[in-house]
């Protein structure tokens, strides 16, 4: 009777994925959801319209791969991060400089990994570096984009920077942190980031599908690809490929984008999140895990936790019925990751709301998504 009652109320899902494809929000969706009732897990899953429009019609599926974009910084890098604090390679209050010189330049000397990973350190929250490379290209006829020199360039041109805020003063929510991020996890594993995570977190959890793409897939392999849009710089549909400019111009590997995944391997890293926090596996450190969810008001009030988002009293992307121990992030080509700590509900939602939509839209549907799926798991 009550898995009766719990079907029917999850068949709303798939009437707001439905609406939303019809009003042009988005092409399609997969969403996956799991969560522990009463010792039993209990499962849904959605998968709606299609993974591609144009150059050609792909339907939407359970397997298809997605450009996480800044879930990258989550899953990866502050997974990085977490992993080489508990191996006491690092320490959150280290400076960066301390790792990375040339970041201490302009009064920068006192900004540490903590600041980086609550987006209080006072970097400038984003600039377009791929357009700096694309005007080189265009006067000096030479090759940028993608290439070794721009990824060290556009490190080099954040670490000469000055800051725009006090340390620890304001959470103002931006990539270039995390760009700094990634170079850190480098530079003390010894390793590219895509590499260390690869063997690090994505093999070990069972993501086998979770990568980094330094060059475009294929033409036999893009159509396992969701795309997004109709990029104006590269004159082509993004589709295989990292659609996040920065990224891009840094070959693919970022520490704040450029990770692709499938529905199945963002659930199998939200759950095994879940079984560290329970003690149910040791796959992850729980100690640290603890550490990283908690709110480390850097400022007072700051609803980040280390690299990750918490539910935010006035609104969240996380809906009404996730815990306060919660930890979540959204990624701009319409993804979304949203974990109940206490209790053990994952929710994952991967869209490709930007490939070709016909109109602009503010995409509230997340949290229309995140509070039916929550209501139907309580019937």
Not at 12 to 19: G, I, S, W
């Amino acid at each position: 009777m009550r898995h009766a009652a719990i079907r029917r109320k999850l068949a709303k899902v798939d009437r707001a994925l439905d609406r939303a494809i019809e009003a042009a929000e988005m092409p399609g969706a997969v969403v996956l959801a799991r969560m522990q009732r009463d010792g039993e897990w209990l499962e849904h899953l959605s998968v709606r319209g299609l993974a591609v429009t144009r150059p050609e019609r792909v339907p939407m599926a359970r397997e298809t791969i997605f450009d996480l974009a800044s879930l990258t910084k989550v899953i990866a890098t502050t997974t990085a991060l977490m992993l080489l604090l508990d191996e006491d390679r690092l320490a959150l209050d280290d400076p960066v400089a301390k790792v990375l010189p040339h970041f201490g330049e302009r009064d920068k000397e006192r900004v540490t990994l903590r600041h980086l990973l609550t987006h209080s350190s006072g970097l400038h929250p984003w600039r377009g570096f791929h357009e700096t490379l694309l005007e080189r290209e265009r006067k000096k006829g030479e090759h940028w984009i993608g290439t070794r020199a721009a990824r060290d360039w556009i490190l080099e041109s954040i670490c000469r920077s000055a800051l725009v805020h006090e340390s620890g003063s304001a959470a103002v929510y931006g990539d270039l942190d995390f760009i700094v991020l990634g170079a850190v996890v480098e530079a003390v594993s010894g390793k590219p980031l895509d590499q260390f995570c690869g063997e690090r977190i994505f093999a070990p959890l069972g993501m086998h599908e979770t990568r980094f793409l330094r060059a475009p897939a294929s033409e036999a392999e893009r159509g396992r690809f969701a795309a997004t849009e109709n990029c104006p710089w590269r004159g082509r549909i993004v589709w295989g490929e990292v659609h996040d400019p920065n990224a891009a111009a840094m070959g693919g590997v970022a520490g704040h984008a450029g990770l692709f995944a499938t529905a199945d391997d963002v659930m199998r890293f939200g759950s095994a999140l879940l079984d560290a926090w329970h003690g149910r596996s040791t796959a992850l450190p729980r100690e640290r895990l603890l550490e990283f969810a908690r709110r480390q008001q850097l400022p007072a009030g700051s609803d980040w936790a280390l690299g990750w988002d918490t539910p935010s009293a006035g609104g969240s992307s996380s809906g009404k019925h996730f815990s306060a121990q919660s930890i979540g992030h959204l990624g701009f080509t319409g993804t979304s990751l949203w974990i109940d700590l206490d209790a053990d509900a994952v929710v994952v939602m991967l869209t490709n709301r930007i490939h070709l939509v016909a109109k602009k839209s503010k995409f509230t549907l997340r949290t229309e998504i995140h509070d039916l799926v929550r209501e139907a798991f309580a019937a």
